[in-house]
């Protein structure tokens, strides 16, 4: 018989009743160090005292209105993204995968104003996620996620990932845009890598494509700066943010260049939820707080702390680990053994992981991990590679 709760999800075997900070206590007592964080979601860890307090104020004052009226609180983040960004307008979502929607929707759009409405290919990349709609799931096109769900959305086409030549030969005055996550996340933690992004700035700029970044995961101070993209000094013309925009308040952004938001007025596009009162509260202190340089200079020092932990781990578990990948705090660990089995033995060892594509076992901590968890996390990693190292019948 199934399940009360559609089955679509391959869940482990816990539930966690309360969580403070980096910590959450399962429903059966035991304590765990979260360095899975909802997957990126809760940058400040869970229950942030400033996130509690907007919150709670926010939801005794007004929790929603329609779009039909004017929402002071989304207008204070928007303004708040425009002055901290490339962006010169946002669009705000529930979710990552709405995101997804009105980038392509906007992309198109934008050819369509320019009068090239022939103007509809999508340029994505191999390992891509962009989320579930029918729409995201033909941009990504891998076939685990498209498979029987036909026919797909026309209008798009996968890249290899790295291959700078072949993306730019692909794009064309007749491509509509590239969309691109500046480290995929899903994918297993993959730098697409300065030389990639200039080089696709270059060549949209040349045919006129639009150039659309998927920030969902590696947005909002993830990697040491407030959007990865900033970085390699390449900004797009639409960027997809969600995840810890929210802090773990259901809550997305598009946020565009005006010139590619052209086509993007009143009725083209709208949310019953999108941008209501308590989701713009709580992501207008988030952006506050997350783009203080002191925060993100911070943000910056305890990568380089976990990551020279980490690096010690691969090297004192040669047959387990591979190597650590990623930036600031998305990091990464490839793995010899299948990456599921260390997660496993990080749920005994009371240390929360999530695994990636490629093998990889993905470290998303809070943005403000105290060094003291960094230290604990290390512990825990170590005695779980010990464990899944041993049971993988491999030494160390
Ligand atoms: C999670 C994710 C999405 C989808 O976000 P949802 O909130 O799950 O809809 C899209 N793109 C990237 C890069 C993501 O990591």
Redesign the pocket.
Known sequence: MIAPVLPTYNRAPLSFQTGQGCWLTATDGRRFLDLGSG?AVNALGHAPRELVQVLTEQAQKLWHVSNIYTIPEQERLAALLVERSFADTVFFTN???ET?ELAIKMARRFHYEKGQPERIEILAFEGA????STGAIAAAGSEKMVKGFGPLMPGFRQLAWGDIEAATAAITEQTCAVMI?PVQ??GGIRPAGDAMLKALRERCDATGTLLIF?E??CGVGRTGKLFAQEWSGVAPDIM?V??GIGGGFPL?AVLAKEAAAVGMGAGTHGSTYGGNPLGCAVGAKVIEIISAPAFLAEVNRKAGLFRQGLEALVASHPDVLEAVRGEGLMLGLKCKIPSGDLVAAGYDAGVLTVAAADNVLRLLPALNIPDVDIAEALTRLDLACSTAGKAANVSS
Do not use: L, N, P, Y
């Not at 996620?129 to 579930?132: E, I, L, P, T, V």
């Open positions: 997957i979710s990552g995968t997804a996620f962009h989320g579930r996550e996340g899903e998927d969902v995961q997809m969600a995840k997305g």
